[in-house]
C-alpha cells in the first residue's frame, strides 16, 4: 500500500462538519442537534484511510511511488511533464496527479524538488501531488490551474433537494438540533453539515426554505432555507409513467383472471342443467348411443353393432396454468384542490409559506385545515417543520392562549421526538430519554405531555423485562394479600424498562417476532411434502465446508442466520442452485439491482434472482398464491444487515406456512437506514442455526477489510496498486486529488474508466462533501449549464422514489414532462415538481448510499474535519466497496486507526429479542 508522510491539516477545517457526528455513540455531544441531522442509526461516518507509516519519505515534488520509490529520475520528470501538461487533465494546487510513478516537475522546481536528500518529515511542496502510484507533478502553470479548480464555488444544492436515501436535503445555515433524542445537547454545527440518521446529510430544499418562512417560537431561530427531515423524506410514488404501465399490465393480468373464472363458472353452471338427448355425452357412452340407434334404424345388425374397435381413449384436457397473483401498484391520492385551498388560507394566516398546503392536507388528510386551526401543532406532522416554527406558527394563530406548556404542543413535541428517533435506528425510547428530550424543547411537564400522548393514542407504553437482571423483593400493600416483614407481601419481580414508541414500528416489530416464530415453528415434518432428510443430506454431501454446512441447516430448520464477507456469498448461491434441484420453489432476494445482478451470475439463474423492494411489491419474484403468500418454499435474503423492521415484517408476513428463510448478509457493514436491527437482534437472541463462513475475501483489499472487521487496521503489500493511500492537507487538496484519481490517474493505471468508478465520502455537507465533490466531478467529467434543476443529459444521478430506495442511473433528458432518467436499465420520468426533492448527482455518495453495491474502483474521500465521525461499521462498509481497485484520500491521520480500534457500532433500542424469547424457547437468555 502507497503513502506518503502525512501532511498538516487545515486548522480551519475541523469544525466544518461536526454535527455529521453520529449521536448516540456512547458520548454525549454538549447541544441538540436537529432533525434529520444524525448519522445514520448503525452509528457510522464516513471516513477512509489506512493508516500505515510512509516506508520511505519523499521531499517537496518527490514523493513516494506505490511500490516505495522516490520518482527523481530526469528524463522521467521531463516524460511526466509532457503527460502534464495534456488539456485533459486539471492541474491541482501546482501538481498533477500521475500513475505510473514519474515525476513532471517545473523547470525552475525540478532540480529542488526531486532531490533524494530531503529528510522524511519534510511534507510535499506547495500544491504537490501524489497519484495513484505515489508520483508528484509540480508547475507554475499547473499551480495557476489547480488554483483556479480548488476556487471553484460550490454548486449548492436547489431548493427541495433531497439526499439520495430520501432524507431532506441540508439548507444555506442549518440548525444544531440532535435528531437522537437519547442523546443531549451538541455543539451547532456549520452551515451544510449534518447528517440524517441514515447517514446522510439534511440539505436546504424547496420546502426547506419554505419551512423557514414560519414564524420562529421561543427556541433556537431557524436560519433561511433551514429544514430538517422527520423521518426521512416523504415517501413518493415513481414516475407516473411508470405506474401507468404498472397499472395496465395489473389490470391485463385481473382481466384475464377475470375471464378464467366466468369460463370455469359457465362449464360449472353447463354440467348442472339437463342432459338434452345424449348431445352431452362423450367417450363411451356417446359410441353406445349411436349403435342403439344405428341397430334401431336398421343401418347396422345387432350382431356387428357392438363389434367395433373401441375409439382411442381421449386425453383429457389440461387445466389452465395458474398464473401467480401479483399486488395492484398502490397510487398515492392527491388531496382535494378545495382542501388543499382550505389549508392554504390557515397556513397564511399563520404567516406559514402556502406551498407547505399540498403536503399538509395530504399528511392530516380530510378536515385538515379545522384540526390545524384547533391544534396548530399538528403541523409537526409534516416532514421538515421544526418545533420552533410551529410554535411561531401557534403562536401567530392562537395569540395570547398560545404557550409552552399546552398541552397540545406536549404531545405534538412527543409524537416529533419519537420520529426522530425512528429516523435515528430507534423502534422505542427509553421512557426517561423521552422525558428528558421534552424538558429540553421547554416542555415544563414532560410526564404530562407523555401521558397525554399515550391516552390519545399517539404513542404506545410497554414494559419489557429486563435481560440478564436477577428478580428483586416488592412489597404490596396490606390490602393486596398477606403479611410481610413490614405489614405488606413481599413478591419477586423482574426488574423492567419503561418503553414509548409509535405505533407504526411498534406492530412493525410485533409482527416480525411473530412471523419468525411461525417461521421457526412449523417446518414441515419428516414424511410431509417436500424433500426427506436423506435429500438435503445428499444435497450437503456434493459441497463443502460451510457451504455444506448452511445446507444441512437448512434442511433441518425453517430460520438458518449465515454470515460472510462478500467471497461468502458463493455460499447462500449453492444453497439456492442446491434447493432448486431438490424441486423446492425458492428465490433469492439482493438489496440493490447491483447485488441481484451478482447474485444472478453466482446462480446461473436470472429468474430466481430479485431485490427486497421488487419481490415486496411484485414486480418480481413468484408472485403471490390465493391466500396472498408468496408461491415460495425457500426464500434466501442477501445483505440481511440493511433490512428494517418494517421491510423484514412484511417478509415475514408474505411467506407460507412451512416455508424456509434464510438471512445472510456480512455483520461488519452498517445497519439499515430505517428503524431496527433485525440481523444483529436475531444473531444476538441465538433462536436459531448461525452459519459462519471460512470463505474468506482474497488479495490486498481482502486482507486490509479483514483486518478492519475485528478492529486492526493493517498496511497490506499491494504490488498491483490495489490499495492506494493519498494524504492531504485540507479539503480542497482532497477535491482536487479526488477528481485527479477518477478521471486520469486510476483509468491510466489500473484501467477502470470514471464511468466505473465511485466516489464515498461521509456526508453531503462540508467543504469535502458529497455535494462539493459532485460539483467539482461533474465540471471534469461532464460540464454543462445544468439548465434543469442542475443536471443535464449524461450526468450520473441517484433516484429516491421513496425514502430508503435508492436506484443509481444518469439522466437521459429533459422536457416539459420532467427529467427522463435510465435507472437499473428501465427509463423512469421523475416530474419536474419533484426533481429536487428525488434526485441528485452521484458521481460522490455517501457510505450509507454506497451499501449493498459494488464498483470496479472506489475512491474513499476522508476530509480532516471528519475525524469525529469515523466509526468501525462505516470505515468497513466504504473500504469494502471496490472490487479491484480501493484509494483512500486520507486528511484524518490517526483518527481512522482510532476509530477502527475503538468506535463500534452506535446502539439502537429495539425490542425484537425481547418479543422472541417467550416464543422461541432456544432465545431465551
Known amino acids: 500500500m502507497s503513502t506518503e508522510p502525512a501532511a498538516a491539516e487545515d486548522p480551519g477545517a475541523a469544525a466544518a462538519e461536526r454535527a455529521e457526528s453520529p449521536a448516540g455513540q456512547g458520548e454525549t455531544p454538549p447541544a441538540p442537534a436537529g432533525p434529520g441531522a444524525e448519522e445514520n442509526g448503525g452509528g457510522s461516518a464516513e471516513a477512509a484511510g489506512p493508516g500505515a507509516p510512509p516506508s520511505a519519505a519523499a521531499g517537496p515534488g518527490g514523493e513516494e511511488h506505490a511500490g516505495g520509490t522516490a520518482a527523481d529520475d530526469t528524463a522521467e520528470s521531463r516524460e511526466a511533464a509532457a503527460l502534464s501538461e495534456a488539456p485533459s487533465a486539471p492541474a491541482g494546487p501546482g501538481a498533477q496527479e500521475d500513475v505510473g510513478g514519474t515525476v513532471a516537475e517545473g523547470s525552475a522546481e525540478s532540480t529542488e524538488a526531486a532531490g533524494p536528500a530531503a529528510p522524511p518529515s519534510a511534507a510535499a511542496g506547495p500544491g504537490a501531488q501524489e497519484d495513484v502510484g505515489g508520483t508528484v507533478t509540480e508547475g507554475a502553470a499547473e499551480n495557476a490551474a489547480a488554483a483556479a479548480l480548488s476556487e471553484t464555488p460550490s454548486v449548492s444544492a436547489g431548493p427541495g433537494v433531497e439526499d439520495a436515501d430520501g432524507t431532506p436535503a441540508e439548507g444555506t445555515a442549518e440548525s444544531a438540533e440532535a435528531t437522537d433524542p437519547t442523546e443531549g445537547p451538541a455543539a451547532a454545527a456549520e452551515p451544510g453539515a449534518q447528517e440524517n440518521a441514515d447517514g446522510t446529510a439534511a440539505e436546504g430544499a424547496a420546502e426547506s426554505a419554505e419551512a423557514a418562512g414560519l414564524p420562529e417560537g421561543p427556541s433556537a431561530p431557524a436560519g433561511p432555507g433551514e429544514e430538517e427531515g422527520v423521518g426521512g423524506a416523504a415517501a413518493e410514488g415513481v414516475a407516473e409513467s411508470a405506474e401507468a404501465v404498472a397499472l395496465s399490465e395489473a389490470e391485463a393480468e385481473i382481466a384475464a383472471q377475470r375471464e378464467l373464472?366466468?369460463?370455469?363458472?359457465?362449464?360449472?353452471?353447463?354440467?348442472?342443467?339437463?342432459?338434452?338427448?345424449?348431445?352431452?355425452?362423450?367417450?363411451?357412452?356417446?359410441?353406445?348411443?349411436?349403435?342403439?340407434?344405428?341397430?334401431?334404424?336398421?343401418?347396422?345388425?345387432?350382431?356387428?353393432?357392438?363389434?367395433?374397435?373401441?375409439?382411442?381413449?381421449?386425453?383429457?384436457?389440461?387445466?389452465?396454468?395458474?398464473?401467480?397473483?401479483?399486488?395492484?401498484?398502490?397510487?398515492?391520492?392527491?388531496?382535494?384542490?378545495?382542501?388543499?385551498?382550505?389549508?392554504?388560507?390557515?397556513?397564511?394566516?399563520?404567516?406559514?409559506?402556502?406551498?407547505?398546503?399540498?403536503?399538509?392536507?395530504?399528511?392530516?388528510?380530510?378536515?385538515?385545515?379545522?384540526?390545524?386551526?384547533?391544534?396548530?401543532?399538528?403541523?409537526?406532522?409534516?416532514?421538515?417543520?421544526?418545533?420552533?416554527?410551529?410554535?411561531?406558527?401557534?403562536?401567530?394563530?392562537?395569540?395570547?392562549?398560545?404557550?409552552?406548556?399546552?398541552?397540545?404542543?406536549?404531545?405534538?413535541?412527543?409524537?416529533?421526538?419519537?420520529?426522530?428517533?425512528?429516523?435515528?435506528?430507534?423502534?422505542?425510547?427509553?421512557?426517561?430519554?423521552?422525558?428528558?428530550?421534552?424538558?429540553?424543547?421547554?416542555?415544563?411537564?414532560?410526564?404530562?405531555?407523555?401521558?397525554?400522548?399515550?391516552?390519545?393514542?399517539?404513542?404506545?407504553?410497554?414494559?419489557?423485562?429486563?435481560?440478564?437482571?436477577?428478580?428483586?423483593?416488592?412489597?404490596?400493600?396490606?390490602?393486596?394479600?398477606?403479611?410481610?416483614?413490614?405489614?405488606?407481601?413481599?413478591?419477586?419481580?423482574?426488574?423492567?424498562?419503561v418503553l414509548i414508541g409509535l405505533e407504526r414500528y411498534a406492530m412493525a416489530e410485533e409482527s416480525l417476532a411473530d412471523g419468525l416464530a411461525r417461521i421457526i415453528n412449523s417446518l414441515p415434518k419428516e414424511g410431509g411434502p417436500g424433500p426427506r432428510d436423506t435429500d438435503w443430506e445428499a444435497a450437503a454431501a456434493e459441497a463443502s465446508g460451510s457451504t455444506a454446512e448452511l445446507i444441512r441447516a437448512v434442511g433441518g430448520h425453517g430460520l438458518v442466520l449465515h454470515s460472510g464477507g462478500e467471497a461468502a456469498r458463493a455460499e447462500p448461491a449453492a444453497l439456492v442452485t442446491a434447493a432448486a434441484a431438490l424441486g423446492l420453489r425458492v428465490c433469492a432476494a439482493a438489496h440493490s439491482s447491483d447485488g441481484r445482478r451478482r447474485l444472478a451470475q453466482a446462480t446461473g439463474t436470472h429468474e430466481a434472482a430479485v431485490t427486497v423492494a421488487g419481490l415486496l411489491s411484485g414486480a418480481q419474484g413468484p408472485g403471490r398464491d390465493a391466500d396472498g403468500a408468496l408461491a415460495l418454499d425457500l426464500l434466501v435474503v442477501l445483505d440481511a444487515p440493511q433490512l428494517d423492521v418494517e421491510s423484514a415484517a412484511m417478509l415475514v408476513e408474505s411467506l407460507p406456512d412451512g416455508a424456509r428463510l434464510v438471512l445472510s448478509g456480512d455483520p461488519g457493514v452498517l445497519w439499515s437506514a430505517g428503524p431496527g436491527r433485525v440481523f444483529a437482534d436475531l444473531v444476538a437472541a441465538r433462536c436459531c442455526p448461525h452459519v459462519v463462513s471460512r470463505t474468506p475475501d482474497p488479495g490486498p483489499l481482502g486482507e486490509l477489510t479483514s483486518g478492519i472487521g475485528i478492529g486492526e487496521l493493517n498496511a497490506v503489500e499491494a504490488p498491483g496498486k490495489e490499495v492506494v493511500l493519498v494524504p492531504v492537507r485540507d479539503a480542497a487538496e482532497a477535491i482536487h486529488r479526488t477528481v485527479q484519481l477518477v478521471a486520469d490517474s486510476v483509468p491510466r493505471a489500473i484501467g477502470v474508466p470514471a464511468e466505473q468508478t465511485q466516489v464515498i465520502t461521509p456526508g453531503h455537507g462540508g467543504a469535502a462533501g458529497t455535494r462539493a465533490l459532485n460539483a467539482a466531478l461533474k465540471e471534469r467529467l461532464n460540464p454543462g449549464p445544468g439548465r434543469f434543476g442542475g443536471f443535464d443529459p449524461g450526468d450520473r444521478v441517484a433516484h429516491v422514489p421513496a425514502a430508503g430506495r435508492t436506484t443509481l442511473g444518469h439522466v437521459v433528458r429533459a422536457d416539459a414532462e420532467g427529467l427522463h432518467l435510465e435507472c437499473d436499465g428501465d427509463p423512469v420520468l421523475v416530474r419536474r415538481e419533484r426533481v429536487e426533492r428525488e434526485v441528485r448527482h452521484a458521481w460522490a455518495l455517501t457510505a450509507h448510499q454506497a451499501a449493498g453495491l459494488r464498483w470496479p474502483a472506489v475512491v474513499v474521500v476522508l476530509p480532516g474535519d471528519a475525524a469525529q465521525t469515523l466509526t468501525r461499521p462505516w470505515v468497513y462498509t466504504a473500504f469494502t466497496r471496490g472490487e479491484r481497485h480501493l484509494s483512500v484520500v486520507q486528511g484524518v491521520e490517526q483518527a481512522l486507526p482510532r476509530a477502527v480500534a475503538e468506535r463500534l457500532w452506535k446502539d439502537r433500542t429495539t425490542r425484537l429479542r425481547t418479543l422472541l424469547r417467550p416464543q422461541v424457547p432456544s432465545a431465551a437468555p
Open 261 to 497: 373464472r366466468e369460463r370455469i363458472e359457465q362449464r360449472k353452471a353447463s354440467k348442472e342443467g339437463p342432459i338434452e338427448a345424449g348431445t352431452k355425452l362423450s367417450g363411451t357412452a356417446a359410441d353406445l348411443l349411436a349403435a342403439v340407434r344405428a341397430v334401431e334404424s336398421g343401418e347396422k345388425p345387432v350382431a356387428g353393432a357392438f363389434r367395433e374397435p373401441e375409439p382411442a381413449r381421449r386425453r383429457p384436457t389440461p387445466p389452465p396454468a395458474r398464473e401467480p397473483v401479483r399486488p395492484r401498484p398502490a397510487t398515492e391520492a392527491a388531496p382535494a384542490e378545495e382542501s388543499v385551498a382550505a389549508v392554504r388560507a390557515v397556513l397564511a394566516e399563520g404567516g406559514a409559506p402556502e406551498t407547505l398546503a399540498a403536503p399538509t392536507a395530504a399528511t392530516l388528510g380530510e378536515g385538515a385545515d379545522d384540526r390545524l386551526r384547533a391544534d396548530p401543532w399538528q403541523l409537526l406532522r409534516v416532514g421538515g417543520v421544526r418545533p420552533e416554527q410551529a410554535d411561531g406558527f401557534a403562536r401567530a394563530l392562537l395569540g395570547p392562549d398560545c404557550g409552552p406548556g399546552d398541552e397540545r404542543r406536549g404531545r405534538a413535541i412527543t409524537v416529533w421526538l419519537l420520529e426522530q428517533a425512528a429516523v435515528a435506528g430507534h423502534t422505542a425510547l427509553d421512557a426517561a430519554a423521552l422525558t428528558a428530550a421534552l424538558g429540553q424543547r421547554a416542555v415544563p411537564d414532560p410526564d404530562a405531555a407523555v401521558h397525554g400522548a399515550l391516552a390519545e393514542g399517539d404513542a404506545l407504553v410497554f414494559q419489557d423485562a429486563l435481560e440478564g437482571a436477577e428478580t428483586v423483593p416488592v412489597q404490596r400493600s396490606d390490602d393486596e394479600g398477606g403479611q410481610g416483614p413490614e405489614g405488606g407481601q413481599e413478591e419477586l419481580e423482574r426488574p423492567v424498562r
